[in-house]
């Protein structure tokens, strides 16, 4: 079992790790790290988000609803500014019907 110090707080605090195989303090230099020359990128970079204007929002309890923004906005943005919406995909502009564009 780790020693473990008590703070100021009276909550306990892990002991500092005292070394160990790749782990910091060992003398072992890591190859992915920016202070040992590389930039840290191995080659793979996740793809880019998908982004639209237009996005289809399905929700629980009513019918989806169609979003519009002035510019292409990843699915991050649109489903944290719709916080009760379970579920958004992209979607062209005219691809479907004028009963869900209500937004």
């Not at 990128?41 to 793809?47: I, R």
Request: hydrophobic letters at 30%; charged letters at 20%.
């Amino acid at each position: 079992m780790a020693p473990v110090i008590v703070g100021g707080s009276g909550f306990p605090i892990p002991a500092p790790f005292k070394g160990g195989a790749g782990k910091s303090g060992t003398g072992q230099r890591n190859p992915n790290c920016p202070k040992n020359g590389n930039s840290g990128k191995t080659g793979n970079t996740a793809p880019e988000p998908r982004t639209a204007s237009h996005w289809l929002l399905h929700w629980l309890t009513r019918d989806p609803t169609i979003t519009r923004y002035q510019e292409p906005v990843p699915l991050a943005r649109v489903l944290g500014e719709h916080h009760g919406a379970v579920a958004a995909e992209p979607c062209e502009e005219g691809a479907l019907s004028e009963e869900y564009a209500r937004a």
